[in-house]
């Protein structure tokens, strides 16, 4: 079946403007996770669903960044006045469930410049 | 808070042997996730341990020690394609989520004829 994808896969906005990141996870996987990857930096967590609901909020930077689920599926990402350290590629995994073995499957990232 | 390290970059030759170590010190520990990362590429996952010892899938194996704060990562028969980032990750049942991973910084592999 299809993987993780995410939309747009490349995008340019200017310093202070809101984007919108999405992620549609595998078919039938519960958990989804949002992580952020700078430029010689390591993925950074930001938020994972389980279902609709979001256990853990605390690896979002700033409250300028939410995120949402509906529907157990599609996610969104939206940052709000974006600013320039914003600038990277930010990825989505799901996986079956949460916790133990289950391996989370990366989607090709959004790569995310602020200008 | 936690911390992963791991190096930066090493290099191998292929038809080789290569172990990538990793330590972590974590307030909590359940699960340590190995991941490899092309140029451009999502991470693709490779291995998983929770407990102590060596977990074997073809010409890649992962090590664990608890009690130690460490893993490594073995890969044999190298291969041309192998060259990519290795990346360690660690489910803190306390931080990070209760499931999202703590990445380091990963380990540039390069292999030369």
């Known amino acids: 079946g299809a993987g993780v994808s995410q939309s747009p896969s490349n995008k340019v906005t200017e310093k202070g403007k809101d984007v919108e990141l999405r992620c549609d996870p595998i078919s039938g996987h519960t958990a989804l996770y949002w992580y952020r990857q700078s430029l010689g930096q390591g993925l950074e967590f930001l938020i994972y669903f389980q279902g609709n609901s979001a256990p853990d909020k605390s690896g979002l930077p700033s409250d300028r960044f939410s995120a949402e689920r509906t529907g157990g599926s599609v996610s969104t990402l939206t940052i709000q006045r974006t600013q320039q350290e914003d600038s990277a590629v930010y990825l989505c995994?799901?996986?079956?469930?949460?916790?133990?073995?289950?391996?989370?499957?990366f989607g090709p990232g959004t790569r995310l410049t602020v200008l | 808070g936690q911390n992963i390290d791991q190096p930066t970059e090493m290099t191998a030759t292929e038809g080789a042997i290569v172990q990538i170590n990793c330590t972590y010190q974590?307030?909590?520990?359940?699960?340590l996730f190995w991941y490899q990362q092309h140029a451009g590429e999502a991470p693709t996952f490779l291995s998983y341990n929770v407990l102590d010892g060596l977990e074997e899938k073809g010409r890649f194996s992962s090590f664990l020690s608890r009690s130690k704060g460490y893993s490594y990562l073995l890969l044999k028969e190298l291969q041309m394609k192998d060259s990519a980032s290795y990346l360690c990750?660690?489910?803190?049942?306390w931080g990070g989520g209760a499931d999202g991973l703590t990445f380091g910084k990963g380990t540039h592999l390069i292999i030369q004829p």
């Open positions: 995994a799901s996986s079956l469930t949460a916790g133990g073995p289950n391996e989370q499957f």
């Open positions: 990750a660690v489910r803190d049942r």
């Open positions: 974590t307030s909590g520990f359940n699960g």
